[in-house]
C-alpha cells in the first residue's frame, strides 16, 4: 500500500510537471494556431535564469525569500522570451503554418546550441531549498517534496489560468478566440494583444516549469525542456488542442502511467505504454479527452 501511495504521489508530481510546460502549448494552439516547437527554450530559460539568479543576483539564493527570488526573475527571463518570440518571428507568420514549424524547429535548435555555448553541455547542480530535498510521510509512504511543490505549483497554476479565463476581459477574448477567432476578429476586437498575451503566460508556465523541473530533477541542463516537450505534446493532443483542463486530466493520466509501468515493468515501457494511449485516444477520440468535434 505504501508503494501505491508514494507512485501516485510522484506520478502526480511528473504529471504537474507536465502540465506546467502544456498548458500554454496548448493555449497558444487554440487561440493562434501555432504549434510552437520553440516551447522548449522558454523553459530552458526559466531553469538556466533561476540558476543564475541563485547565484549572481543579489538578495537571491537557494533557500527560503532568496529561491522565490531567484524563480521569479527565471520566470520573468522565459516570459520576456516569449513575448519577444511572438512579436518578431511568429506574428508576420500566422496564417502560415509551414513557415511557422520552420521557425519554430529552427529556433528550438538555436535555442538549446545557445544554452550549451553560455553555459556548457553538461548537467548543473540546480540550487534548491534544503527542504526539497527531504520527505514528507503521507499514510505511512515517504514522499519527496519536490514533487509535493511541483503539485502545488500546478494546481495553483491551473486555478490562477481558469480564473483568468473566466473573470477577465482579456480572458474572455481568448476564450471566444479559441471558439471563433473570426467573429472576435469581425466585432473589431484586436486578438493581437491576445496572441502576445496567451505566449506570455505560456512563457511563464514553461519557465516556471523550468524552475521547480530544476528542483525536481536535481540538475538543469540544456536538453531538459526538448525531452519534457514531447511529452507536454502527448499531453496535450491527448487532453484536447486548446483545452487547459484536458491538459490537466491528460498530464494525470501520462504522469501515473509513467510511473506505475515502469515501476512493475521493465525501464522504458511506461513511454511506451503513454504512446500507445496517444495512439488508442487518437483512434477512438481524435479530438481528444475534452476537445470539441470540429464541425464543417
Known amino acids: 500500500m505504501d508503494t501505491v501511495i508514494l507512485l501516485t504521489l510522484t506520478g502526480l508530481g511528473l504529471a504537474a510537471l507536465y502540465f506546467l510546460v502544456a498548458s500554454g502549448l496548448s493555449l497558444v494552439f487554440g487561440l493562434a494556431d501555432v504549434l510552437n516547437f520553440a516551447h522548449g527554450v522558454f523553459l530552458g530559460v526559466g531553469a538556466y535564469g533561476t540558476w543564475w539568479a541563485a547565484h549572481n543576483l543579489p538578495g537571491a539564493g537557494s533557500d527560503g525569500f532568496g529561491f522565490v527570488l531567484a524563480v521569479a526573475f527565471g520566470v520573468a527571463a522565459g516570459t520576456l522570451v516569449a513575448v519577444l518570440v511572438e512579436l518578431v518571428l511568429i506574428r508576420p507568420l500566422y496564417s502560415r503554418t509551414i513557415e511557422q514549424v ?4 529552427g529556433l528550438s535548435l538555436a535555442g538549446v ?3 550549451q555555448a553560455t553555459w556548457g553541455a553538461d548537467a548543473r547542480p540546480f540550487p534548491r531549498p534544503e527542504w526539497t530535498r ?8 515517504n514522499v519527496p517534496n519536490g514533487g509535493l511543490l511541483l503539485i502545488i505549483a500546478a494546481v495553483l497554476v491551473l486555478g490562477a ?28 476586437i484586436d486578438v ?9 503566460i505560456g512563457g511563464a508556465a514553461a519557465a516556471l516549469a523550468g524552475a521547480l523541473g530544476g528542483v525536481y530533477f536535481g540538475t538543469v541542463s540544456p536538453g531538459q525542456g526538448g525531452s519534457l516537450l514531447i511529452f507536454a505534446f502527448i499531453v496535450v493532443v491527448i487532453g484536447g488542442m486548446g483545452s487547459v483542463t484536458g491538459s490537466a ?16 515493468g521493465t525501464s522504458g ?6 504512446v500507445a494511449l496517444l495512439a488508442v485516444v487518437l483512434l477512438l477520440r481524435p ?5 470539441k468535434v470540429a464541425t464543417a
Open 134 to 141: 527531504q520527505v514528507t510521510s503521507i499514510l505511512g509512504a
Open 249 to 264: 486530466y491528460a498530464a494525470v493520466a501520462v504522469g501515473l502511467t509513467q510511473q506505475f509501468v515502469n515501476y512493475y
Open 287 to 291: 479530438q481528444g479527452i475534452a476537445g
Open 102 to 105: 520552420l521557425v519554430t524547429v
Open 161 to 188: 489560468i481558469l480564473a483568468f479565463l473566466r473573470w477577465t476581459r482579456y480572458g474572455l477574448i481568448i476564450r471566444a478566440g479559441v471558439e471563433n477567432r473570426e467573429m472576435v476578429t469581425a466585432l473589431g
Open 113 to 115: 546550441a545557445l544554452l
Open 192 to 200: 493581437r494583444k491576445a496572441f502576445t498575451l496567451v505566449f506570455a
Open 269 to 274: 515501457l511506461g513511454d511506451i505504454c503513454v
